[in-house]
């Protein structure tokens, strides 16, 4: 057995009483020994405190309360305002466009016919029309 797995089993305690002893008084007469199970500790000590700790009971039913909780809904009920308010704006600019140019098309003798044929564009409603758009 090499001085690491030496060491390693020394930490764990898995090693008889006189072999632990031999273990000690190796530590204490070895420099370089003593330093690697100085580095061998480090790192255990590392290991435990980065050891990732278990939820506490219940962890998930806190989670699940604490969203419930809280205003989740907000962000989307602010970009559904806003989105009604963009469309709102829009809509009312086209009517505007609309009506300017079913205002111009009527002025300039446009295509005859009713005012809301004027203001959406359409042809004047006769079978030739009708046979024409039908196919």
């Keep these: 057995m090499d001085d690491r797995e030496l060491l390693i089993r020394y930490r764990d305690g898995d090693l008889p009483d006189e072999e ?3 273990v000690e008084e190796r530590l204490r007469s070895e420099p370089e020994l ?9 790192i255990a000590t590392l290991l435990q405190q980065g050891a990732a700790r278990s939820f506490d009971p219940f962890f998930a039913a806190r989670v699940v309360a604490r969203l419930r909780k809280s205003d989740s809904s907000a962000p989307v009920e602010g970009m559904y305002e806003a989105l009604r308010w963009i469309f709102a704006r829009v809509a009312v600019a086209c009517v505007v466009v609309m009506l300017a140019l079913g205002a111009y098309s009527a002025l300039e003798g446009g295509y005859g016919g009713s005012m809301v ?3 959406m564009g359409l042809p004047e409603a006769t079978l030739e029309t009708a046979l024409a758009l039908g196919g």
């Excluded at 003593?34 to 480090?42: D, I, Y």
């Design 20 to 22: 632990m002893a031999g």
């Design 34 to 42: 003593r330093a690697r199970w100085e580095s061998l500790e480090g």
């Design 117 to 119: 044929d004027s203001v």
